[in-house]
């Protein structure tokens, strides 16, 4: 998985029993935008990357009525142990352990596919994206929500927690977000700002694009 995986794993198995307080509600507030722009609808094929206890693939999912199929990935045990206790029993959730850059899914499996608030740990970025087009149906969608690196604010901040924080990888610009997803073949729909530092970057597999070897 390589050192910054396991880093990753590492830090956030330590957070997994309290990471449902009240301490991260700012975590679900953000979500929670999110998902209200989503297009959801009954039958979507969904998966959350870097799921932790699986709050949104459920959330998902009830607003679906559970008709669908409902999938969170994470590279921490102790987070899908926790999303698999707090499953709800009549629906159809399904939390996979493993890494975001290898998707335990087949060629064109997923309707719609988000990240939120851990897009910037991933060592491989762009293997990440290829990944979810490689997944992803024609037409289907990819919305990730990060700290952006648009202004100086950010990139302070961005240099701050990449000498002090050992998990983080990079904050993206707009323009790195666009790149990322045109070199996977993704059509860059738009980016929509919430909390002012956070954005939300919309993408679409194309009928016609650029596909990843």
Known sequence: MGNKAEINAQKWDRRASTYDNKSYDVMRYMQKRLIDILPLKTGI??????????????????????????????ISPEMIQKAKENANSDSDDNYKLGNAEEL??????LNLIICTNSFHHYQ??????????????I???????????????V???????????????????????????????????????????????IARKPEIGLRVG
């Not at 206890?53 to 607003?63: D, L, N, Q």
């Not at 335990?104 to 499996?109: K, R």
């Not at 993704?186 to 909390?195: H, K, T, V």
Request: with cysteine.
């Open 45 to 74: 094929h969904f998966l959350d990357l870097g799921c932790g206890t699986g709050w949104a693939v459920r959330e998902v999912a009830r607003r679906c009525n559970y008709q669908g199929e409902f999938f969170g990935i994470d």
């Open 139 to 153: 037409g289907g969608s990819m919305y990730v929500m990060d700290l952006t690196d648009d202004n100086f604010l």
């Open 104 to 109: 335990p899914f087949n060629d064109s499996s």
């Open 155 to 201: 990139s302070m901040f961005n240099k701050y927690v990449r000498k002090h924080e050992a998990a983080h990888v990079k904050f993206y610009s707009t323009q790195d977000f666009r790149d990322l997803f045109s070199n996977a073949g993704f059509e860059y729909i738009e980016g929509q700002s919430i909390l002012g530092l956070m954005k939300i970057h």
């Open 124 to 137: 491989n970025p762009q293997k990440v994206v290829g990944e979810t087009n490689r997944v992803l149906m």
